[in-house]
């Protein structure tokens, strides 16, 4: 049963996780914060989300009053890690 519930909670975490979105209030420090909590939280429940997805994850919470961060970001781009986005967000 621990198992079935674990499992349960896992998903529920993750599904938050993916329709995660942002309030328009908030800096982009204060969004990764809390986009950083999320990802420790699911760390601790045995959930590993890969740093690529979690960069695209962040990037896709934001409203659309970020579009212009997001798309600096990716342009010319193969890829984008976490890290990356923590870099921008303390050198603006």
């Known amino acids: 049963k621990s198992i079935m519930t674990r499992s349960l909670v896992n998903h529920l975490y993750q599904q938050a996780l993916y329709s995660f979105k942002m309030n328009q209030d908030k800096c982009i420090q204060e969004r ?38 997001k798309e600096t970001l990716l342009f010319g781009r193969a890829s984008l890690f976490l890290d990356e986005v923590h870099a921008a967000s303390n050198s603006n």
């Open 32 to 69: 990764l914060d809390m986009f950083n909590k999320w990802i420790l939280d699911l760390e601790s429940i045995g959930v590993i989300i890969d740093n690529e997805d979690q960069a695209l994850l962040f990037l896709c919470s934001l409203p659309k009053t970020h579009a212009h961060y």
